[in-house]
């Protein structure tokens, strides 16, 4: 099963496709047709990487079914390592210490020293919990709603 999210951005990258290969046969889209869709895409690297990547994946599915006879090349595109910035623990004790619900204190103190996404937190059961062994599973995450 893939999560709702996943699924929201193929829509948008196969709108894409449809709006730039219009009539276009599969068995046309070639190297040229590739790159040529490559030039028209904007925003940053990564976001262009998703949608040359799903591109990809619908042409290998392609060619295993043979429906197309061979492969395009498509371009290499690095995507730059994020630059993450953290705050230091004592820092981040005088913000959780000010969150007045001790609730909404509780998740975000796990969620950060955990070093998990809020996702994964959400997406807890008592049953992922192991306190014998003071260890926690990762099972499942929320995805959109």
Do not use: C
Not at 32 to 57: A, H, M, T, W
Not at 103 to 114: G, H, K, Q, S
């Amino acid at each position: 099963m893939k999560a709702p999210a996943y699924l929201k951005a193929l829509r948008v990258y196969v709108s894409k496709y449809q709006i730039f290969f219009k009539n276009s046969d599969l068995r046309e889209i070639g190297t040229k047709k590739v790159q040529e869709f490559y030039l028209s895409l904007n925003g940053s690297p990564k976001y262009i990487k998703n949608v040359l990547d799903g591109l990809r994946k619908m042409l290998q599915d392609a060619l295993d079914w043979n429906d197309i006879r061979q492969m395009p090349k498509f371009p290499k595109i690095d995507v730059p390592e994020p630059d993450i910035r953290t705050i230091d623990l004592d820092q981040q004790d005088m913000i959780i210490k000010k969150i007045a619900d001790p609730m909404d204190r509780t998740y975000i103190l796990f969620t950060a020293r955990e070093m998990v996404r809020p996702s994964e937190t959400r997406g807890l059961f008592w049953e992922d919990l192991d306190f014998r062994h003071d260890r926690v599973t990762i099972r499942r995450h929320f995805s959109l709603k």
